[in-house]
């Protein structure tokens, strides 16, 4: 978990990696949001131009900083996920991100940014799209020189799983004979009656419902 979020090694799916982003941001602004209720003002003193209270902008920079680090992290490990036909085209890719991320959370951070005629939230735009981007990359669907295929990695720690499990480990101490396996019988049942022998010499058995079935002696 700590690799994933903050580690640069290794491959990350694309479900991972969208999940494990959108979970980041939750979290962010969860943080934020839970500190402007602690001490009981809102977070933006002007929310038109998203400019920040002085008492939020600590919790907010600590925030961003995580979310930057660990967002970067998750993404440059998808870039690592990449076909291995299209990652050099797209490493750069790598560095771009944390740098609009930066970007987008300092105008937040310094407040009272515009674009012309436009709000500072318009630099979130491209941040969004280089995310779209990198999620969507086909991935390597062999081992590459970051690490192995993460999908065959999941498929293998869950048949692992299954043959660790109670009723498998149970199963392989079971014996065949408590399987319900024909052991052959070294002595006839208590009480029960022997074949009887005609003068023919052949045995005559019980065999199914009750039929008699030859058998040569």
């Not at 943080?31 to 003193?45: Q, R």
């Not at 937040?108 to 999620?135: K, Q, S, T």
Request: proline fraction near 7%.
């Amino acid at each position: 978990m700590l690799n994933f979020y903050f580690g640069l090694s290794g491959r990350v799916r694309r479900t991972s990696a969208t999940l494990g982003t959108l979970v980041l941001q939750a979290l962010g602004v969860a943080a934020v949001y839970l500190w402007s209720m602690h001490v009981g003002i809102p977070i933006f003193d002007d929310p038109h131009n998203r400019i920040l209270a002085p008492e939020i902008k600590p919790v907010f920079g600590l925030a961003a900083g995580v979310l930057l680090w660990s967002s970067s992290a998750v993404l440059w490990k998808r870039v690592n996920d990449v076909d291995e036909d299209l990652q050099e085209r797209f490493t750069f890719v790598k560095l771009i991100y944390p740098m609009l991320a930066a970007l987008y959370f300092a105008v937040i951070m310094i407040g009272d940014v515009r674009f012309g005629e436009y709000n500072a939230d318009l630099a979130g735009i491209p941040l969004l799209l280089v995310w779209m981007f990198v999620i969507y990359l086909p991935p390597e669907p062999c081992e590459n020189q970051f690490g192995l295929n993460p999908r065959s990695a999941v498929l293998a720690e869950l048949e692992a799983a299954a043959h660790s499990s109670p009723l498998e480990a149970r199963m392989q101490k079971i014996g065949p004979a408590s399987r319900g396996a024909n052991v052959p019988r070294s002595s006839p049942r208590p009480g029960s009656r022997p074949a009887s022998r005609s003068a023919s010499g052949v045995n005559h058995a019980m065999s199914g419902f009750g039929k008699r079935v030859r058998q040569a002696s």
